[in-house]
């Protein structure tokens, strides 16, 4: 079993940039992929990015890319989301979440979650 704590969130004006941290407790923290996951009020959780238990594989949607980087130190059990040109519609809770069943995009093949971090970006 692992723990996951985020932490990183805040606010910030469009255009800046967070790092999300979340940390794992457990010694079997490489072998699972991780992957960050979002909930707007009102909206469906929605898949943001996810990374290979090595970091060599690396998932994120069409708005992530360019401006999201999802990485991951297993010697420090924590995996980061770098977030830069943030704009309004990021606004959300960010979850880490992890998972044995290999790097997916699929919320529900996720087994453990964190309890979130909230992110709000302001115009």
């Known amino acids: 079993q692992v723990q996951l704590v985020e932490s990183g969130g805040g606010l910030v004006q469009a255009g800046g940039s967070l790092r999300l941290s979340c940390a794992a407790s457990?010694?079997?923290?490489?072998?699972?992929?991780m992957g960050w996951f979002r909930q707007a009020p009102g909206k469906d959780r929605e898949f943001v990015a996810a990374?290979?238990?090595?970091?060599?594989?690396?998932y994120s949607t069409d708005s992530a890319k360019g401006r999201f980087t999802i990485s991951r130190d297993n010697a420090k059990n924590t995996v980061y989301l770098q977030m830069n040109s943030l704009k309004p519609e990021d606004t959300a809770v960010y979850y880490c979440a992890a998972t044995t069943r290999g790097t997916m995009t699929w919320d529900r093949g996720y087994d453990y979650w964190g309890q979130g971090t909230q992110v709000t970006v302001s115009s």
């Open positions: 990374i290979s238990w090595s970091g060599g594989i690396t």
């Open positions: 457990g010694r079997t923290f490489s072998r699972y992929a």
